[in-house]
Structure formats: structure tokens, C-alpha cells
């Protein structure tokens, strides 16, 4: 396969990915932001949403305070921003439509279909109670391309690129959204346990479509942060998981050292990051820090991905 060719197909995964990825940040900095608490500056929320989506250097060049509005501009509609939904969408289908006889008719069809739908959408109509439903159908969309992958794309070369770029940027997605908690986003003098606490714990779930399956995996009635954690890295029957993206980064990696016979410098790096995660707990992670270990496999990840470009002559 030429290198142009898998580029495009791991970005158009990527990007699709990324699109729905950043509705789910929005949507975490929404609900909190909504949390009714006193004496707190809102704008702080907003602030922690951009810096866990790794666009807050972009915003602040242009706005001087991150309102709600304007956070919602830049991450949705903003075309300066080249993670804003809009720009997903359309370097997605931009991608797509330059190897159009490498993909489906059903996966041109559901990107296609976004882009044309989404540029319909005037920001200026975007009202609060508009937000919420509209960032369900960003999700809905992406999934839909997901969907229309997974069930008619053969199982080449072109099927691993296109799961490399839907991994490694969920997990990036789900460190991120995980470190926004962790990180940012619990107040110094905050009871840890509260209720607060534990609304902010149920509303990182939901944003990443756990929250019934955490309920059943562990039991219990209360949502703890050392459950969720090891919930969304450790576990990987939790398709979010930073363990279940890597598990399939993994086995990409190992079939398309099988298909070209040889095992690159990303193939030895996806292992070793697999690697890593099953061979640790969240006790070891938690004494060392769980920022720093979020932190590390960030950096891992963007690593990779580096490499797989290198490696594959996407460029």
C-alpha cells in the first residue's frame, strides 16, 4: 500500500475519531460547569476543558477570556482551531474523498452526509438548550462511521491503518478526559468523597459512555475515583479503556508486521505500551502519580504515532 494512501486512511479514522472526542470534552466542561457551587470563578471550568483538549494556546491568542460561548465557538464551529469539530469533519471527509477507492460507499456516504449536514449549522443558533442534543449527534455521526467501518471494510492493510487512527486517538482522548478530573478540574479545598466530588466522577463516565457499565462491572452503589481510573486504563472489556485501545493498536501493529514481513520501531512500541499496562495496577500507578503516568502516556502515544508516520512513509 503507498504511503499516501495509509496516511489518509489512519487520518480519516483520526479524525473522526477526534470530532466526536472533542463533542465529549465539551460535554464534560459543560455539565460541570453547570454543577451549582459558591464563590467559584465559572470561567475556570471552561479554562481546564481548553487545556485538556489541547487547544488552549490557539483560544488565547484569539479571546482573552474563556467564556462559555467562546469555548463552544472555538471547539465547535472554529475554523482557526484544527481540532474544532468543523475542522474534524472536513479533513475526515477531505481525507476520505482522496482514496475514495480504498474505503466503502457506506463509509463515504456517513461522512459525506456529516459534512454536508454540519455546515447547515449556524453557530449563532447554537443556544444552551440546543448544546447537549447537538453534541449526542456529533457522537451519533461518528459512531455511524465506526459502524460503517467495521462492517464492510476487508481486513487489509487499509482496515489497520484506519484502527491505528481511531486508537491512539482515543486513547488520547480518554487520558485526557481522565486527567481533567485528576488534574484541573477538583478545587484545592474540595472535599474529596463529597458530593461534588462524586457528581464530577459520574459526569467524566458519561462522558465517555460508561456509566452503566462501571455500575456493572463493579457493583456498587458509590462511584469511586480509584474504580474509575482503573476502569478507564486498566480494563479492557471497557471499550474506551486506554488497556482495550492498546490491545487493538497491538494486534494492528502485529498483522501488518505479518503482511510486509517486517516488525518496525512502532510495532516493538505498540507492544511495549501494552506491555506496560498489563503488567501494572492502579496501586503502583496511583503511588507514583496518576498525573504522571497520564502524563507518560500521552507522550507514548504521540511517540507512536510519530513513528507509525516514519515507519509507513505517510508523509
Known amino acids: 500500500m503507498l504511503g499516501r494512501t495509509a496516511a489518509s486512511l489512519y487520518w480519516t479514522s ?10 465529549r470534552l465539551l460535554e464534560v466542561g459543560y455539565r460541570i460547569a453547570m454543577t451549582p457551587r459558591l464563590g467559584q470563578d465559572r470561567s475556570d471550568d ?18 482573552d477570556e474563556p467564556t462559555k460561548r467562546a469555548v463552544v465557538q472555538h471547539m465547535l464551529f472554529d475554523r482557526d482551531n484544527p481540532s474544532s469539530v468543523r475542522s474534524c469533519i472536513e ?3 477531505n ?37 447537549p442534543d447537538f453534541l449526542a449527534w456529533i457522537k451519533q455521526r461518528s459512531m455511524l462511521f465506526r459502524g460503517a467501518m467495521l462492517g464492510t471494510l476487508m481486513r487489509d492493510a487499509g482496515y489497520h491503518f484506519s484502527q491505528f487512527g481511531a486508537f491512539i486517538e482515543r486513547t488520547d482522548n480518554t487520558a485526557r ?43 456498587d ?39 510486509y514481513q517486517d516488525s518496525p520501531v ?17 496501586n503502583r500507578i496511583f503511588q507514583g502519580g496518576l498525573h504522571e503516568f497520564l502524563t507518560d502516556l500521552i ?3 504521540n511517540a507512536l504515532g510519530a513513528q507509525l508516520a516514519s515507519d509507513y512513509h505517510f508523509s
Not at 456517513?110 to 453557530?123: A, G, K
Not at 512502532?266 to 492502579?282: P, V
Open 299 to 301: 507522550a507514548r502515544n
Open 14 to 23: 483520526r479524525y473522526n475519531e477526534r470530532a466526536e472526542n472533542m463533542a
Open 91 to 93: 479533513a475526515a471527509r
Open 221 to 259: 452503589a458509590q462511584v469511586r475515583p480509584f474504580n474509575v481510573a482503573e476502569f478507564l486504563i486498566l480494563r479492557k472489556e471497557m471499550p474506551r479503556s486506554i488497556s482495550y485501545c492498546y490491545d487493538w493498536i497491538s494486534e494492528s501493529a502485529a498483522a501488518l508486521a505479518i503482511r
Open 177 to 219: 478526559i481522565l486527567d481533567v478530573k485528576y488534574w484541573i478540574l477538583l478545587p484545592d479545598n474540595e472535599m474529596i468523597g463529597g458530593d461534588l466530588d462524586r457528581y464530577q466522577w459520574t459526569t467524566i463516565l458519561r462522558s465517555v459512555s460508561a456509566h452503566r457499565s462501571y455500575r456493572h462491572a463493579y457493583r
Open 46 to 63: 471552561w479554562r481546564s476543558t481548553l487545556v485538556s483538549a489541547g487547544c488552549d494556546g490557539a483560544f488565547f491568542s484569539k479571546y
Open 266 to 282: 512502532s510495532c516493538d512500541m505498540a507492544h511495549g505500551t501494552l506491555s506496560l499496562l498489563e503488567e501494572t495496577s492502579m
Open 95 to 131: 481525507n476520505a474523498r482522496s482514496v475514495r477507492t480504498a474505503i466503502t460507499g457506506e463509509m463515504w456516504e456517513s461522512l459525506n452526509t456529516t459534512y454536508l449536514e454540519f455546515m447547515d449549522i449556524r453557530p449563532q443558533h447554537m443556544t444552551d438548550n440546543k448544546l
